[in-house]
């Protein structure tokens, strides 16, 4: 399972204490102390992670995705409007990977999937060998009009946290987790400002906006703090 939030720098994430519930997670389960995003803005890097390429803003890939080198898959994307790319208030197509490669179209109208909206976490939980689950613009570190959180940095923060809280929860209940059948990654896209286009791949880069928080959690993972350089790549 691997749920892509948005925009928070790991320095920012780290000691944040709005967000104490990813602050545990990051203590108590796998934290990646030097993870990178591949570049700016955001969708690139959704689809880096999904393929090993990144794309531009709103182009579709024709590379092979991993949705076509799993055994079953699910995309749950929170206030969707409808199956594999339904407009919705909150919902963001760029941040929907599954829905910009061709090759898995047909796949897309069936396991592409909205989620109801809920301050309290996901709606719908992971049924397939790989999920990847979108928390909308309410929950992903931002804010839209409509949004019952605050609008300021620590209320969408605390919004991230209060949602992912839920979430994770709700997956640690499944049978499949606590029989240590179920990975959840809890990563970022990218980090605070930037440059379009930057190379943050690079491990010379020293740009906070390339250097993110990715946390893994499982019935069997232990506590580690993990120099080693990553990247969605990885």
Partial sequence: VVIMEENFSYDDTIGDV??????????QCALATNFHNET????????????????????????????????????????MGSNCGGKGAHYKHGHDPAFWYPAIAADCTLFDLPM??????????????FTWLTPNQCHNHHWQNGCTGPSTPDGFTQSMDTWLSGTIQAIQ??????????LVLVTFDEGQGGTAGEDCADPANTDPS?????????????????????????
């Fill in 210 to 234: 390339c250097h993110v928080v990715t946390v893994a959690i499982g019935a069997g993972v232990q506590p580690v703090a993990d120099p080693t350089f990553y990247t969605h790549y990885s």
């Fill in 18 to 27: 709005n967000a104490p519930y990813l602050n545990q997670l990051a203590s």
């Fill in 40 to 79: 700016h803005p955001s969708q690139p890097n959704y689809m880096a992670a999904t393929s090993g390429f990144v794309t531009d803003v709103d182009q579709e890939s024709a590379n092979p995705s991993i949705y076509e080198q799993v055994s079953s898959w699910n995309d749950l994307e929170e206030s």
């Fill in 173 to 182: 209940a499944t049978p499949d987790y606590q029989a240590g059948q179920t």
């Fill in 116 to 129: 109801a909206e809920s301050d309290a976490g996901a709606t719908a939980l992971p049924t397939a060998a």
